[in-house]
Nanobody, 121 residues
Framework: QVQLVESGGGLVQAGGSLRLSCAVSGSIFSINAMGWYRQAPGKQRELVSTITSAGSTNYADSVKGRFTISRDNAKKTVYLQMNSLKPEDTAVYYC???????????????WGRGTQVTVSS
């Protein structure tokens, strides 16, 4: 069974940094794009950043220049380095991966359970 487990969230003051990690486990044939999304209270889930298997990245305008996404394909892990954090970055951050698991019919999207990031002013 495929699992995505996030870690690294917490409480930080404005201007601080956090590094999120998401490890994928299970019987996996291949992992394509991976990414991070976030959902603040009362708001819809929104894209933060994505990274392809080749390393091409994409960022929401609100985090460009502050957040950096990376991945370690050997460890099946994606990271999100978050610097210069702002109170408006407060949200539950979710990991997403498009992957092909053994025993399935093809590539599907999977989600982690999320990790809380709280930025105090």
């Amino acid at each position: 069974q495929v699992q995505l487990v996030e870690s690294g969230g917490g409480l930080v003051q404005a201007g601080g940094s956090l590094r999120l990690s998401c490890a994928v486990s299970g019987s996996i044939f291949s992992i394509n794009a991976m990414g991070w999304y976030r959902q603040a209270p009362g708001k819809q889930r929104e894209l933060v950043s994505t990274i392809t298997s080749a390393g091409s990245t994409n960022y929401a305008d609100s985090v460009k220049g502050r957040f950096t996404i990376s991945r370690d394909n050997a460890k099946k892990t994606v990271y999100l380095q978050m610097n210069s954090l702002k109170p408006e970055d407060t949200a539950v951050y979710y990991c997403n991966a498009h992957l092909f698991a053994f025993g399935t019919s093809g590539t599907q999207g999977y989600w982690g359970r999320g990790t809380q990031v709280t930025v105090s002013s």
